[in-house]
């Protein structure tokens, strides 16, 4: 079974700080997608990565596929309270429709 | 306006009581999944369709069912559902294989059983 751990689970920290969100597994995805949920809603496309070591960058966010494509990382730079949610990893198992998601790390930003 | 549309949004119901949450799509989406939500657990994958007729289990399907008559329609059927079912339900479409291709969630379903 293939599996993804996400860590912190929990993060409070003040407007403008850095932080850093970890994806990690011992197995190997095809790809992986970044998602961001709001209270009430369904999760929101953030990002997708398919290349081992792919960097993308939106905005404040970046995101990094590792070389093996085992694990991923978000990094937030200068977080502000619009960014307080919860996010989830998820990653595609080959050539199926079978979507695995991490835990999730929920990101409170306090002003 | 492009949209995953759940119904109900909100259900309370009694142990072995047969339930259908309902689940369309109006952008022409190829694949279909349904996930329950857990404090602490993330999303888990019910079961999932890649075309009309085509339907998988997912990690978690034990007690599920779905069906895939038309394109836009997976509704997920709990035929005796249980208090381990308490949960939190969305379903998902997207134009491509789940992982490469932008997932659209519904606004989810709250389901308690009692």
């Known amino acids: 079974t293939q599996l993804l751990e996400q860590s912190p689970q929990f993060l409070s920290i003040q407007e403008g700080e850095n932080l850093t969100v970890y994806c990690n597994s011992s197995?190997?995805?095809?790809?992986l997608q970044w998602y961001r949920q709001e209270p009430g809603e369904g999760p929101v496309l953030l990002v997708t990565v398919v290349t081992g070591g792919e960097v993308k960058k939106l905005k404040r966010l970046t995101f990094q596929f590792g070389d093996a494509r085992k694990d991923s990382s978000l990094h937030i730079t200068a977080a502000q309270t619009g960014d307080t949610g919860l996010y989830l990893c998820a990653g595609a198992a080959s050539n199926t429709g079978k979507l695995i998601f991490g835990q999730g790390t929920t990101l409170q930003v306090k002003p | 306006e492009a949209q995953v549309t759940q119904n109900p949004r909100y259900l309370i119901t009694v142990t072995g009581k047969k339930l259908t949450v309902t689940c369309s799509q109006n952008m022409n989406h190829e694949y279909m999944s349904w996930y329950r939500q857990d404090p602490g657990l993330g999303l888990r994958q019910i079961y999932y369709s890649m075309n009309v007729e085509v339907t998988d289990k997912g990690d978690v399907p034990e007690g599920y069912k779905v069906s895939r008559k038309e394109k836009r329609n997976f509704p997920l059927i709990l035929e005796s559902p249980s208090p381990n079912q308490t949960s939190l339900y969305f379903c998902a479409s997207s134009l491509g294989r789940a992982g490469y291709s932008e997932a659209f969630f519904g606004q989810g379903t709250r389901l308690t059983v009692v």
């Open positions: 197995s190997v995805f095809s790809s």
